[in-house]
């Protein structure tokens, strides 16, 4: 089954320590994308990768750093500089070029305190 | 800023009802357009989308959705709700003026009661 795994479901940190959410996709999509989901607020972009060892700061990517190591892979850390970190994070992917639809993980609920 | 809103923050409807939710956007150029669904505790899932040619498209679930460009609005419609219907609904774009980018609209929760 192709898709995009996120691990783990939910995370419990204390306040002042990094957390790194797992994002995988078997998708063989080029392009991968990091959003901050808030009630009444939609999907946050966070950061956005379109190809290996290469990323881009999305609209609220303080706090926050990613990696792309991989094509299939895209851990983002939160870090202990993110001011409000509780939040529904997402993960998606999609391939690149005029007609691209992006496919999501299931999500990670992360609480810190 | 570039832009997505959607006019309802809570739609409450009973089964049978007839559904529209509203989206602008304030991107000019070329846009693909998008409707996601989460319904409670699942992934968000690709409802319709609109690339190009018939600016009436038609999704999953008896989903359809307008492209008007002269009003930069992209509407869904259902004629007649189900209970499962219950879910969040966004609304999002791509523009070719702002790369890979998507961005979303705040949501639209809809409840429909039995």
């Known amino acids: 089954d192709g898709g995009i795994t996120q691990s783990p479901k939910y995370l419990f940190r204390k306040e002042g320590q990094n957390v790194t959410l797992s994002c995988e996709q078997n998708?063989?999509?080029?392009?991968m994308y990091w959003y901050r989901q808030d009630p009444g607020q939609g999907l946050r972009l966070i950061y956005y990768?379109?190809?290996?060892?290469?990323?881009q700061k999305g609209d609220i990517a303080e706090g926050y750093s990613v990696s792309r190591e991989k094509k299939e892979s895209f851990p983002l850390t939160v870090t202990s500089a993110q001011k409000n970190p509780t939040a529904f994070y997402l993960c998606?992917?999609?391939?690149?070029?005029?007609?691209?639809?992006?496919?999501f993980g299931p999500g990670t609920r992360l609480t810190v305190t | 800023a570039q832009s997505v809103s959607q006019h309802n923050h809570h739609v409450i409807l009973s089964e049978a009802a007839s559904l529209e939710l509203g989206c602008n956007y304030s991107?000019?150029?070329?846009?693909?357009l998008f409707w996601y669904v989460q319904y409670p505790g699942q992934h968000l899932q690709l409802l319709l989308k609109?690339?190009?040619?018939?600016?009436l498209v038609k999704g999953i679930k008896g989903f359809e959705a307008e492209f008007i460009k002269s009003k930069f609005s992209f509407n869904l419609r259902k004629p007649s709700v189900q209970w499962s219907d219950t879910a969040e609904y966004f609304c999002?774009?791509?523009?070719?003026?702002?790369?890979?980018?998507?961005?979303f609209g705040p949501g639209t929760r809809l409840s429909v009661l039995p």
């Open positions: 998606a992917s999609s391939a690149v070029g005029r007609r691209r639809e992006q496919y």
């Open positions: 998708l063989n999509h080029d392009a």
């Open positions: 990768s379109q190809i290996v060892n290469d990323f």
């Open positions: 991107y000019g150029g070329t846009v693909n």
């Open positions: 609109y690339f190009s040619g018939d600016p």
């Open positions: 999002a774009v791509n523009a070719d003026n702002y790369g890979q980018n998507f961005v």
